[in-house]
């Protein structure tokens, strides 16, 4: 009958290749770590299951709504004017974008390159402006 209990090996010294150096702790550990097939995989899964919204195209009554705040806020730009915008921005990586909001003082209403400048250096496009909301609404 054969022994399992290694008695007649357990008292010999551990063996130590003379031709390949001895590997580290970190080295041996590093052999038992999880192996990702597909890398990048959980980042496109995540990627593709971000939504972005469709960007709203404004009826002629939110045109005109928004074109009357930006020439109060041109005709006051001197006294910088606070003003919460909601504007569109444009996703980078997919079709779409999402809807923010910047609330501050206008410092420029710059018709050459049809955008609004805050005091804070920001700027929005008109063209991504859905709606401009002014503390004391335009007589």
Same mark, same amino acid.
Request: net charge negative; hydrophobic share 35%.
């Given at each position: 009958?054969?022994?399992?209990?290694?008695?007649?090996?357990?008292?010999?010294?551990?063996?130590?290749?003379?031709?390949?150096?001895?590997?580290?702790?970190?080295?041996? *550990?590093?052999?038992?770590?999880?192996? *990702?097939?597909?890398?990048? =995989?959980?980042?496109?899964?995540?990627?593709?299951?971000?939504?972005?919204?469709?960007?709203?195209?404004?009826?002629?009554? *939110?045109?005109?709504?928004?074109?009357?705040?930006?020439?109060?806020?041109?005709?006051?730009?001197?006294?910088?004017?606070?003003?919460?915008?909601?504007?569109?921005?444009?996703?980078?990586?997919?079709?779409?974008?999402? =809807?923010?909001?910047?609330?501050?003082?206008?410092?420029?209403?710059?018709? =050459?390159?049809?955008?609004?400048?805050?005091?804070?250096?920001?700027?929005?496009?008109?063209?991504?402006?859905?709606?401009?909301?002014?503390?004391?609404?335009?007589?």
């Amino acid at each position: 009958m054969k022994r399992n209990d290694y008695s007649d090996i357990i008292d010999h010294p551990h063996h130590q290749s003379a031709s390949r150096p001895h590997m580290s702790m970190n080295d041996r *550990a590093a052999q038992f770590s999880p192996f *990702a097939a597909l890398t990048g =995989y959980h980042a496109a899964v995540d990627e593709t299951a971000r939504l972005t919204q469709k960007r709203i195209i404004p009826d002629e009554d *939110a045109i005109a709504a928004v074109d009357e705040a930006l020439r109060y806020l041109s005709g006051r730009v001197s006294e910088h004017p606070e003003a919460l915008i909601t504007f569109f921005v444009p996703d980078d990586k997919k079709e779409g974008g999402s =809807y923010t909001e910047k609330a501050g003082r206008v410092s420029k209403i710059d018709m =050459y390159n049809r955008s609004v400048l805050f005091m804070s250096g920001e700027s929005i496009h008109f063209e991504d402006i859905l709606h401009i909301e002014l503390p004391q609404e335009p007589t």
